[in-house]
């Protein structure tokens, strides 16, 4: 497990910077209470979706692959992290959703192709 570390702290690290972009383009503070209020839910959603993914792939598990696994957290980290806004009274607007779906998707899976890329022309160049 040690090797997908950089994986899951990149995408730790990716959900965070999106809840700081989310809080900073509403002129919210960007103080530690108000940025895990706005970060948990997502980071719960993505938390699942590593388990769900390590669980339903652990024969062929890749931390880095964008399908299934990136696929598997974007989709996590949404739908988790909508759910637990909607449960914890947060707001779910359509276009805080739409907004959301783009972003999450842009990152988590965003990352993995294009390191993907790098590691293809690595080995086509070698």
């Not at 598997?72 to 992290?81: D, E, H, N, R, T």
């Not at 276009?95 to 993907?116: D, E, N």
């Amino acid at each position: 497990m040690r090797k997908y570390a950089p994986a899951l702290v990149l995408d730790v690290i990716l959900v965070i910077v999106f809840a700081i972009i989310g809080r900073s383009s509403h002129d919210e503070a960007l103080d530690l209470v108000g940025l895990a209020g706005t970060a948990w839910p997502f980071l719960g959603g993505l938390t699942i979706g590593w388990f769900l993914t390590a669980w339903l792939y652990r024969d062929k598990f890749d931390a880095y692959a964008a399908v299934p696994t990136g696929v598997i957290l974007w989709v996590s980290a949404l739908v988790g992290g909508m759910l637990l806004r909607a449960l914890t009274g947060q707001g779910t607007a359509t276009a805080f959703i739409i907004v959301a779906t783009l972003s999450l998707g842009v990152v988590l899976v965003g990352w993995r192709v294009i390191a993907q890329v790098m590691i293809r022309r690595r080995i086509t160049t070698q």
